[in-house]
Each structure stands twice: as C-alpha cells, then as structure tokens.
C-alpha cells in the first residue's frame, strides 16, 4: 500500500429509486480523503453524477428536505453531517416519498 | 356505557340500546363495529339505494378524548360505486362531538318520505323536516343549522350532502365541518337515497378522562411533534409530496399516461402555499397538514379547505391541469357539491381520454387536456347529472361501459372505485394494496410507506432481518405483499380507534403497542399484537362480506395500463434559460408492474386460498368461523397447495 492509498478510505454507497438511476447503478465503494466529512462526501457524489443527481440531492446549499441520508443504517441527524467517514462505512441515499392524503 | 342508536327512517322510529361489549372486544370500535353490524343487516339481496341498505357512522374507543388525533368517524354501507362493501372515513370535530354526545354507533336505515335530517343531543336524537335545506350547497346546509356563528357557535357540528349526493351521484361525498369529506365510495349518494340531508350533532358532556391516561395521549402528542418525520406535514401539508413524487415518477399524470410533469414549478407546494392563508387542523391534531387556501380574484376566485395531495393531483396533473387557481376553484366546488375529489378528478381524466381518443364530446366543452374550463364544467355537469354528466356520475367503470368502444382501458378502477394518487408501477406497494383494498382502490387501506418513505427503521422493527433489504427497496416487489399485509391489519386498528393514520401508518410514529398502553389506561387490556390481530380479523370480515357478494381473484386487479403499458421516467433537469424544472432524457426502460406472483404471494401469506378466500384454518385462527359459515365452501385442496415459491 502506497503513503497515497493509506490517507484514502473506500465508502459504500447505495442509492435507491430515482437516484440508482442518475448514478447509473444500486451500489458503488467510492473513495475519499481520509477525514471527508459526510456533507464533503455527499458533495463529492454530485461531483461526479450527471447534473440531474445534484437536483434530487439539494436544492442551492440545502440538502432537499424529502432526502433521507443514512449512514451505517441509522438516519444521520442534521448536526451529523459535519461528523468525518470511517474506513468501511456505508451510506444509504433515498429521496423519501410516503402515502398521500388522508 | 356508550349507546348504539338505530334510526329508522321508513317509520319514523328510534331505538337505543348499549352497544354490546363483545362486538367491542372483537373489533375494537368505528371501523371494526361497523363492518360486523353491515355484515349482519345488509346482505347480497339488498341494493346500494334500496331503503335497506345501511349508514352506520360509528366512533372509536378514543373519540372524544385527549388522544392525539383522534377525530375521526367512520362510516360504513354498501357502496353504490362497487356494489360490495363500502366505507368512508373522515377528520374534522364531528366524531368528538358525537362520542361526546354519549353514542359508539348510530346506525341508519329505511327512507324518509321527504328530506329529514337528525339532530343529535345528549343520549338522544330527533328526526326533523329538511324541505328548507334540500337543494343547499353543503356550505349553505352548514350555515343553516349552525346559524350566524357558524362552527365556533354553541349549535355544535354538521355534516351534510351536498346536491350532488341528492342526485345519487355515485361519486358523491358527506362533508363535516364545511370542508372535511368523508367520501369514498359514495357515501353521499346512499345519504341522499334516504332522503337523509345532514346530521347535526350537539353534545354538553365531557370525557371523564383519568390522570394516567392524558398523561399517556401528552407523551403521544409530543413524539408526534418531535418526530422529524412528520416536519414536512407539519409544515405545507400533503402537498410537500407533490415534488419529491414528480422525480420519482409517482406523480399520475394524463390519466397515468405519465408519472411525472413538465410543470412541476406551477403545482408544487411552494406554488401552492401563495394561496394558502393559513393552516387548519382536525380536533385533537398536532400535526395540522391542513390549509385554507383563497384564490382572492379572477375567474377562478374561490375559497376552500384545502388542497391536500390527493386532491391536488386528482384535479391538477391527472387532468394535465397546471394552474392552481383552477385546482382550489375546482375543489371548492366539489365540496360544495358534495363529491369525491379523487373520483371526480379520475373521471374527469376518463372523459378527457376518450375525448383524446375520439370517443367522447361534449357541446358545451372542449374536454381537451388542461383545459379548465372542462373541469370546471363537468364538475357541474356531474353534480347535476346533466348531459355527459349524467353519465360520468355513475363513475368511471359504469360510465365506460354505457360510452363503449374501448374505454374500459382508460377506467382507472379497481373493483369499481377510482384509483387514489399513486403511480402502481413505481410506488409497487401501493400498487398492491390498490388492488386488495375491500372497499376498491385506496391508499389509505393498507398505506404502505415504509419502502417509499426510507423508514428503515420502522422495517427492522416489523419484518425479518433477512428480508428488510429487499423490503425497502421500492423497485424490488418480492416482499411488497408482506409490507401491504401489515399496513393493511394497522390501518384497520387505525381506523377502529377513530384517529388519524399520520399517526401511524404514513410514518410510524407511534406503533401498536403505544396505542396498547393508551387503551390500558382506559381499562382496555390488550397488546399491540393483540391489535394488529383485531386488525386481520376486520379486513378478513370485509373480505367475507366481498366473496358473499360474489366477488374473487378476478376483482383484485388493477387496470391492465399498469401491467401492460410501460412508463417511463425521465430526468429532472434545470432550464438554463429560466430557472425552470423541466423533463430531460429518459432514465430507463419503461416499467411495469409484476403482479399475479405478488397477489400469490399475497394470499398465501394471508392463509386466502389462490382465489383469495379465506381458508377454514384462517377463519378459526381469527375467531371468524360463525361469520364464515354459509358463504363459501371452505374446505379446499388449496390449503396444501403450494402457490408459488415464498423466499
């Protein structure tokens, strides 16, 4: 392992409905700096998916209010985007949808 | 003891009696008491507008109480629309009131000789002439009774038809509280039938509600408020779905030709909250999604309660519709009309396909995609039964058989009811559960949002852990049936309360064992599974009621477009030019919704046999067999048969 790979560490993505189909597929490992935060990271992803993918994420500086953002399978709360990803972590993107009118 | 009323209107007569305790332990209140009590008195001999036909309104075992959310009432009847069972379910401050007014259960039969409505007071009620109100809009029937104070007056609540369901319109609604619409499968129509123009309920008493109790219904509230889950109704309403489901493509559009609009900008909440002047809640309700909106001037000046998303979509993108002006105009007509404005949106969208398709005109209107005065006009049309309108009153499967030709295709219906808002080939659960529901197609039967609403959470806590992967996901249908089947038993446990699945079923905020400890507390011993299975035994007698009608397998499928037709989705862009949204490049091949092996699936999860009937040993579990007896024969190989491969 080169002094390069051992400052990256590989997050796992998945993505789910109208985002799997942005990004061209379900899941993906992508790798990062070590220390990226989750919002760093998350901005790294519109990076490098087609423009659409940035719409279904954010809309200006905010994350779309109907995104649900998971990390190691628990909801991050808002104050946790700014926490650095581990080695290994997964995160789970979903643009969060429910029933309708009652 | 709370009282069971039966109102006779052939004679004249009213009976009380106490509402009996094992039908209360058996099926928990509202919804569950009024499915056994139709089950009972109305049969397969008695028609939707014949005398004997039933209305039982009914409350649960927290109406009138502290409970958060709990307001809501719960009417049941044999439905003009698909000929089997019918229910209707509505919010406001009718359902407290009448809890209040000392009765479970007010059940309505025979009809009056000339319009009579009731007016119901403390552990009694009277039948009174209604001459002076028929012909009334239903804000104008309200504004009688209620006199010049209106809701906040000492004259207590209402709730009424319109003159659309004194024409038997089969779509047609019961409206309370002015703008709450308790209106799926022509409830209006069987009140209008019955010569029976409003309910007026008047009540002094309070619930004796014990310390532990409002301690247990506060704790309840506040999770509701904390819950970030529920922030988005909260804040717009419903209608914050609108835009996250036109990127989805779960958004029906031209009559489900699409799932997605090029003009999400005009429709979404952010354009619909200009004419929102302030938010409105049901009794007891801390979440509030509801709004008065005003268009103040125009040709389409109008005022309502609402729009909420159903409606929304009903009357904006299904009929192509982009203006929102023309929704709160559209809906404010169909409450005072008294309709359904699901149904009456689908059908409008109906008519406005066959007219695509060189099937249907009309003289007076273009019926061309958008165009609102088509809307607007067949509204009329329809509440009037006048012209064209006389036919789309019978709804969109009556009304495509009378036009011909092919228009059966463009019927979005199940089982005779129109299809709520939801695209089945994208929200599959929802798709599913469209096509279970015993009272035709609803969201509200089993509203399964787990999948669509990233509530992994709320999975792992439910289903296996082996399964939940593929659960969530909402392009994978393999374990959708397992997601409709809970939501089905909780909602039914929902609706038997009397409170308001965004409670429960639109983001699990609270879980059965919280309403558990809430009905302890009211001296109710029971589990959440002993709700849950409350639940099953409720949707298994509204199943018996449908198969003793004549109903089977063939009667749960959805319109062929959503298994043969493929949809697809295209990408949400930015106009560079203007700002705008618009539609881009198609995303993936065009899908279709798998169904028979998620109705195998289905069935053989329920212990239902491959024609969807339930088995000997289901009926036994459930404590169903006396119900089940006569109806069907239940011994069948089925119950050894294998019905396809379960994971």
Request: hydrophobic residues 40%.
């Given at each position: 392992?080169?002094?390069?790979?051992?400052r990256?560490?590989?997050?796992?993505?998945?993505?789910?409905?109208v985002?799997?189909?942005?990004a061209?597929?379900?899941?993906?490992?992508?790798?990062?700096?070590?220390?990226?935060?989750?919002?760093?990271f998350?901005?790294?992803?519109?990076?490098?998916?087609?423009?659409?993918?940035?719409?279904?994420?954010?809309?200006?500086?905010?994350?779309?209010?109907?995104?649900?953002?998971?990390?190691?399978?628990?909801?991050?709360?808002?104050?946790?985007?700014?926490?650095?990803?581990?080695?290994?972590?997964?995160?789970?993107?979903?643009?969060a949808?429910?029933?309708?009118?009652? | 003891?709370?009282?069971?009323?039966?109102?006779?209107?052939?004679?004249?007569?009213?009976?009380?009696?106490?509402?009996?305790?094992?039908?209360k332990?058996?099926?928990?209140?509202?919804?569950g008491?009024?499915a056994?009590?139709l089950?009972?008195?109305?049969g397969?001999?008695?028609?939707?507008?014949?005398?004997?036909?039933c209305?039982?309104?009914?409350?649960?075992?927290?109406?009138?109480?502290?409970?958060?959310?709990?307001?809501?009432?719960h009417?049941?009847?044999?439905?003009?629309?698909?000929?089997?069972?019918?229910?209707a379910?509505?919010?406001?401050?009718?359902?407290p009131?009448?809890a209040?007014?000392?009765?479970?259960?007010?059940?309505?039969?025979?009809?009056?000789?000339?319009?009579v409505?009731?007016?119901?007071?403390?552990?009694?009620?009277?039948i009174?002439?209604?001459?002076?109100?028929?012909g009334?809009?239903?804000?104008?029937?309200?504004?009688?009774?209620?006199?010049?104070e209106g809701?906040?007056?000492?004259?207590?609540?209402?709730?009424?038809?319109?003159?659309?369901?004194?024409k038997?319109?089969?779509?047609?609604?019961?409206?309370?509280?002015?703008?709450?619409?308790?209106?799926?499968?022509?409830?209006?129509?069987v009140?209008?039938?019955?010569?029976?123009?409003?309910?007026?309920?008047?009540?002094?008493?309070?619930?004796?509600?014990?310390?532990?109790?409002?301690?247990?219904?506060?704790?309840?509230?506040?999770?509701?408020?904390?819950?970030?889950?529920?922030?988005?109704?909260?804040?717009?309403g419903?209608?914050?779905?609108?835009?996250?489901?036109?990127?989805?493509?779960?958004?029906?559009?031209?009559?489900?030709?699409?799932?997605q609009?090029?003009?999400?900008?005009n429709?979404d909440?952010?354009?619909?909250?200009?004419?929102?002047?302030?938010?409105?809640?049901?009794?007891?309700?801390?979440?509030?999604?509801?709004?008065?909106?005003?268009v103040?001037?125009?040709?389409?000046?109008?005022?309502?309660?609402?729009?909420?998303?159903?409606?929304?979509?009903a009357?904006?993108?299904?009929?192509?519709?982009?203006?929102?002006?023309?929704?709160?105009?559209?809906?404010?007509?169909?409450?005072?009309?008294?309709?359904?404005?699901?149904?009456?949106?689908?059908?409008?969208?109906?008519?406005?396909?066959?007219?695509?398709?060189g099937?249907?005109?009309?003289?007076?209107?273009?019926?061309?995609?958008?165009?609102?005065?088509s809307?607007?006009?067949l509204?009329?049309?329809?509440?009037?039964?006048?012209?064209?309108?006389?036919?789309?009153?019978?709804?969109?499967?009556?009304?495509?058989?009378?036009i011909?030709?092919?228009?059966?295709?463009w019927?979005?219906?199940?089982?005779?009811?129109?299809?709520?808002?939801q695209?089945?080939?994208?929200?599959?659960?929802f798709?599913?559960?469209?096509?279970?529901?015993?009272?035709?197609?609803?969201?509200?039967?089993?509203?399964?949002?787990?999948?669509v609403?990233?509530?992994?959470?709320?999975?792992?806590k439910?289903?296996?852990?082996?399964?939940?992967?593929?659960?969530?996901?909402?392009?994978?249908?393999?374990?959708?049936?397992?997601?409709v089947?809970?939501?089905?038993?909780?909602?039914?446990?929902t609706?038997?309360l009397?409170?308001?699945?965004?409670?429960?079923?639109?983001e699990?905020?609270?879980?059965?064992d919280?309403?558990?400890?809430?009905?302890?507390?009211?001296?109710?011993?029971?589990?959440?599974?002993?709700?849950?299975?409350?639940?099953?035994?409720?949707?298994?007698?509204e199943?018996?009621?449908?198969?003793?009608?004549?109903?089977?397998r063939?009667?749960?499928?959805?319109?062929?477009?959503f298994?043969?037709?493929?949809?697809v989705?295209?990408?949400?862009?930015t106009?560079?030019?203007?700002?705008?949204t618009r539609?881009?490049?198609?995303?993936?091949?065009?899908?279709?919704?798998?169904?028979?092996?998620?109705?195998?699936?289905?069935?053989?999860?329920?212990?239902?046999?491959?024609?969807?009937?339930?088995?000997?040993?289901?009926?036994?579990?459930?404590?169903?067999?006396?119900?089940?007896?006569?109806?069907?024969c239940?011994?069948?190989?089925?119950?050894?048969?294998t019905?396809?491969?379960?994971?």
């Open positions: 392992m080169t002094a390069n790979e051992s990256e560490i590989v997050v796992r993505v998945r993505y789910f409905n985002l799997a189909d942005y061209g597929t379900k899941r993906a490992e992508v790798a990062v700096p070590t220390g990226t935060t989750l919002r760093a998350l901005n790294h992803l519109i990076e490098i998916n087609p423009e659409p993918f940035r719409r279904a994420l954010s809309r200006g500086e905010m994350l779309n209010s109907y995104l649900r953002v998971f990390r190691n399978e628990r909801v991050v709360a808002p104050e946790d985007f700014d926490a650095p990803l581990a080695e290994g972590d997964e995160v789970m993107l979903f643009p949808v429910a029933g309708g009118g009652v | 003891m709370a009282l069971t009323a039966l109102v006779d209107l052939s004679s004249g007569s009213i009976r009380y009696s106490e509402t009996d305790p094992a039908l332990k058996r099926f928990l209140g509202a919804r008491i009024g056994r009590i089950f009972d008195r109305v397969t001999r008695v028609a939707p507008f014949d005398p004997e036909n209305l039982i309104f009914t409350t649960g075992p927290f109406s009138g109480t502290p409970w958060p959310t709990a307001s809501r009432y009417v049941t009847f044999k439905s003009p629309a698909t000929n089997a069972y019918g229910y379910n509505a919010g406001g401050h009718w359902a009131e009448l209040r007014a000392g009765f479970d259960a007010l059940i309505v039969t025979g009809r009056a000789a000339s319009p409505y009731l007016q119901v007071t403390d552990r009694a009620m009277a009174l002439a209604a001459d002076h109100l028929w009334l809009t239903t804000t104008a029937t309200h504004d009688q009774l209620l006199g010049a809701r906040r007056g000492p004259n207590g609540r209402v709730l009424c038809i319109g003159p659309a369901g004194e038997r319109v089969r779509i047609a609604a019961i409206i309370n509280d002015y703008g709450r619409a308790a209106a799926r499968g022509g409830p209006g129509a009140m209008g039938s019955k010569n029976l123009k409003a309910i007026q309920v008047r009540a002094s008493q309070r619930d004796k509600t014990s310390t532990a109790f409002a301690a247990i219904a506060r704790e309840m509230s506040k999770r509701l408020i904390d819950d970030p889950k529920t922030s988005g109704l909260r804040t717009d419903t209608v914050v779905l609108i835009r996250p489901k036109n990127m989805t493509g779960d958004l029906p559009a031209k009559n489900h030709q699409f799932g609009v090029p003009f999400i900008d429709v909440a952010h354009a619909l909250n200009r004419y929102r002047v302030k938010r409105l809640g049901c009794a007891m309700c801390p979440v509030r999604c509801s709004r008065l909106s005003i103040p001037d125009g040709e389409n000046a109008s005022a309502v309660e609402g729009p909420e998303y159903e409606t929304t979509d009357l904006g993108p299904m009929c192509w519709n982009c203006n929102p002006a023309v929704i709160i105009r559209a809906n404010q007509l169909c409450n005072q009309y008294g309709l359904d404005t699901i149904s009456t949106g689908v059908t409008i969208a109906f008519a406005m396909e066959c007219h695509q398709r099937v249907l005109s009309d003289p007076d209107l273009s019926l061309e995609w958008g165009d609102g005065a809307i607007v006009g509204i009329e049309k329809i509440a009037r039964r006048e012209g064209i309108g006389d036919v789309l009153a019978e709804g969109v499967q009556r009304a495509a058989k009378i011909g030709h092919d228009t059966h295709e019927a979005m219906h199940v089982k005779g009811l129109e299809l709520p808002r695209e089945p080939r994208i929200a599959k659960g798709g599913l559960g469209h096509a279970t529901s015993n009272r035709g197609a609803d969201h509200l039967y089993a509203l399964p949002t787990i999948d609403a990233g509530n992994l959470d709320t999975a792992r439910i289903f296996p852990a082996e399964i939940v992967e593929r659960l969530i996901d909402p392009a994978d249908e393999t374990y959708k049936p397992d997601l089947i809970y939501g089905e038993h909780y909602c039914a446990v609706d038997a009397g409170i308001c699945k965004f409670s429960t079923t639109e699990y905020s609270l879980m059965p919280d309403l558990a400890r809430g009905l302890c507390a009211r001296g109710v011993e029971i589990t959440g599974a002993g709700l849950l299975e409350i639940g099953e035994r409720i949707v298994n007698l199943r018996l009621y449908n198969i003793r009608a004549g109903f089977s063939a009667n749960d499928y959805l319109p062929r477009r298994t043969h037709e493929p949809l989705l295209r990408a949400s862009e106009d560079p030019a203007t700002g705008a539609l881009g490049a198609p995303l993936r091949a065009g899908q279709l919704l798998k169904f028979d092996a998620m109705l195998d699936r289905y069935y053989q999860l329920r212990g239902w046999d491959a024609d969807g009937r339930p088995t000997n040993a289901t009926l036994a579990r459930l404590g169903l067999r006396e119900e089940g007896s006569g109806i069907v239940f011994v069948i190989p089925s119950e050894a048969r019905l396809g491969s379960v994971e």
